[in-house]
């Protein structure tokens, strides 16, 4: 198992572009999908999944994937900053951009003591003191 939530999203991507590299679309998605899961809560890890989904689904040239995707990388931003995380939740056009879903059994240890809001919490604390540093500079 991977040291970090981090570390193993990076497994996840890897994966993902090896099977792509194999021509195993199926497998490429599904770590993808696994990669979303841990990825995101972190920023940049997070549009990177949503782009490679992009990438893919331009590939396949599915339209409602493209569009899908489109849609998601424009919301991540706003997501990360205001907690619209629904945790577990693969990434994909086929399921709710605000759906939770269940984290698979052997990601769920990445879970534990996560919390979305606690998150929230710390950047909006990092943001508020960035501003009052701006303001007084």
């Known amino acids: 198992m991977a040291t970090s939530a981090y570390e193993q999203y990076k497994v996840e991507m890897a994966a993902s572009r090896e099977?792509?590299?194999r021509g195993d679309g199926?497998?490429?998605?599904?770590?993808l999908e696994r990669a979303h899961i841990l990825g995101q809560r972190?920023?940049?890890?997070?549009l990177a999944t949503h782009w490679r989904m992009l990438d893919l689904a331009r590939a396949?040239?599915?339209g409602p994937e493209i569009?899908?995707?489109?849609l998601r990388l424009i919301a991540a931003v706003p997501g990360y900053v205001f907690g619209w995380v629904p945790v577990g939740n693969t990434g994909g056009a086929n399921v709710?951009?605000?759906?939770?879903?269940p984290v698979p059994p052997d990601l769920a240890p990445y879970f534990k003591g996560y919390s979305v809001w606690w998150g929230v919490a710390l950047r909006s604390i990092l943001f508020f003191a960035a501003a009052v540093i701006a303001?007084?500079?």
């Open 19 to 21: 099977a792509e590299r």
């Open 26 to 31: 199926e497998a490429a998605i599904a770590h």
């Open 42 to 46: 972190y920023l940049v890890a997070h």
């Open 96 to 101: 709710s951009a605000v759906q939770p879903m």
């Open 67 to 70: 569009r899908g995707q489109i």
């Open 60 to 62: 396949r040239q599915d």
């Open 135 to 137: 303001a007084l500079a």
